[in-house]
């Protein structure tokens, strides 16, 4: 049996955002403070690991910095948790192409709160 793992970091930022495609509260300006999961996965290790989580802690914290205290709508043109998650993996993909690391390591998902209770997941088949 080939072993996978998977490692995580979270993080968390506020912005607002207006959903210009949908009736109800949310077409509304309003404000979350966002939670964010990302995960990355390998079946090699690396001096024994998938990748530092100082470096996956770095790299989503500049990604996050990108939306801090933003309107998101200026960066995303539908800022639904769907594609909020969508442009997080974008980046993340950049940062791992420029780290020369995506011939062992794999974006697994992002998950992304707009609350406590609501959570949006893009998870990558390996």
């Not at 996965?41 to 024994?48: A, I, M, Q, T, W």
């Not at 802690?57 to 995303?76: A, G, M, P, R, V």
């Amino acid at each position: 049996m080939q072993k996978l793992w998977t490692v995580s970091v979270t993080a968390s930022f506020s912005a607002a955002h207006f959903l210009p495609n949908y009736h109800g509260k949310c077409e509304n300006l309003h404000g979350h403070n966002w939670k964010v999961e990302v995960a990355l996965s390998s079946s090699k290790l690396e001096n024994g690991m998938v990748v530092d989580f100082k470096l996956l802690k770095k790299w989503l914290k500049e990604i996050l910095n990108s939306l801090d205290h933003t309107l998101i709508n200026d960066l995303i043109e539908n800022p639904t948790a769907e594609n909020i998650a969508d442009f997080i993996s974008q980046q993340l993909e950049i940062k791992l192409k420029e780290s020369n690391l995506t011939h062992r390591v794999k974006l697994s998902f992002v998950k992304v709160w707009e609350t406590e209770g609501s959570c949006c997941s893009l998870t990558f088949k390996a």
